[in-house]
């Protein structure tokens, strides 16, 4: 049995694989872009790309849905140029739209989550929506004989798929880099209009053409008035929107923003100067493991704004820093803009901390390994494991010291009881640290967790705080009894590579106030 062709001979299965999958490969291309358009309001992290997997999902769904049924009863070429032409309308909205939708959601009295789910709703389900009704029209307008409605679809949906994987790579691996996530956007509005007038047939009407090239000009043109292009955003690179300003009441100080949240505070004139309280108390418990140490080497698990790497090598220019900063753009903005000097002994591998230390395999080399990669609920979970500890322990001396700093909730603070167990499973000792002393009952905090498998003489960091740093000490030890019976009153989670839900345990800091 046979039925009437809508769409001409066979070869437009053809043309149609080629519409869906450039179609396909334009939806890809935006879910990407969605998270980093949103991270300097919102941040990444599980949640965010939870709701934009979800939401895109979504429009997909729908349009499927609603594209068959319009399939079924009026495919044609115009119709198919008509949905691409609003595709590209809607891709092309999201570029004013960004941070009109991003500062009316992040002002709205609800919790976090809810937050990126909206954003995400008002931005995005419109234009994958559109995208999705595609491939059924597509595929109505191919189908000549219902004998061969296998192979058609199954041909039709393997190359819009083989467009979503080549949309995911290009942006992924090339396009953010390259081209910076506003002008990807209009990038995809044009492609898809220039779809339009192909798969349309639309380029036979030469006065269309004209007036859609008009539209696109002024387009480009409001948008460029209306400043939808600029981005808050010194770099962008493919980790980070990255930003830094001068402080107002200490020009000499500047302010490192990565996404949302503030990373570092750097003196321009002053490398001991030190912006946290959790540096001054990495400073301060690090006093006495260095007394009969001349030349320290250390090893920074982030480098962000250099701001202790700095310190380090200024307070000890003997000594050397190995500096793993997985961002090439973090490290070029920090020695371009931050003051880092390039004559300080400071060594920077752009490479994820744990992929450098499973290929080197440093055994036995550092003093001290300082933890800074976490910030917040961004934190890197791979970093946080029972085997990760394992490689940070063999690099070490058998005297070392793994500092590091973590922020949660100390009454709610299930992260920081699973990362203490976690420790006490590598160390021989596993220290809780705060500046000043700690009230249970307070809120969002920072900790700063060091781990040795030789006991640390935290009696002597006062005096050698006064001797050496010139201050009085900050740092107060949370005591062994009160830790132990603290860890008791939650749950008895080590975290491993197999299990390690760090974003769940981070969940209740999204609706607290930082």
Known sequence: MTQASTGGPRWRVWQASAVAFTASAATLVLELVAGRLMAPWLGVNLYSWTSIIGVVLAGIAVGNYLGGRLADRRASNNILAAILLTGSAFAVLVLPLTAWVLNAVTDWPIPAYLQYLLANVFLFLLPSLVLGMVSPVVIKLTLSDLGQTGSVVGRVYAWSTAGSILGTFLTGFVLVAVFGTRSIVFAVAVVLLLLAIVAGRLFRRPLVVIVLAVIVAGALFGLRQGNAFAVPCVEESQYYCILW????????????????MVQSYNNMVDPLELGYGYERVYAEVIQPGLVDVDSPRSLFIGGGGYTFPRWMQTKYPQGSSDVLEIDREVYEVAYRDLGISPDLDISTYAVDARLFLFLNRPTDEYDI?????????????HLTTLEFNELVKRSLKSDGIYVMNLIDTFGRGEFLRAYIRTARQTFENVYLITEGDLNPRQGRSTFVIAMSDKPLDFDSVPTLARANLGRDSIARLYPAESLQEYLDAGSDLILTDDFVPVDNLLSHLLDEDP
């Open 245 to 260: 300003y001068s402080e107002e009441d200490d020009p000499n100080v500047r302010v490192l923003i990565l996404d949302h």
């Open 369 to 381: 390994v300082f933890g800074d990669a976490f910030h917040n609920f961004a934190v890197p979970y």
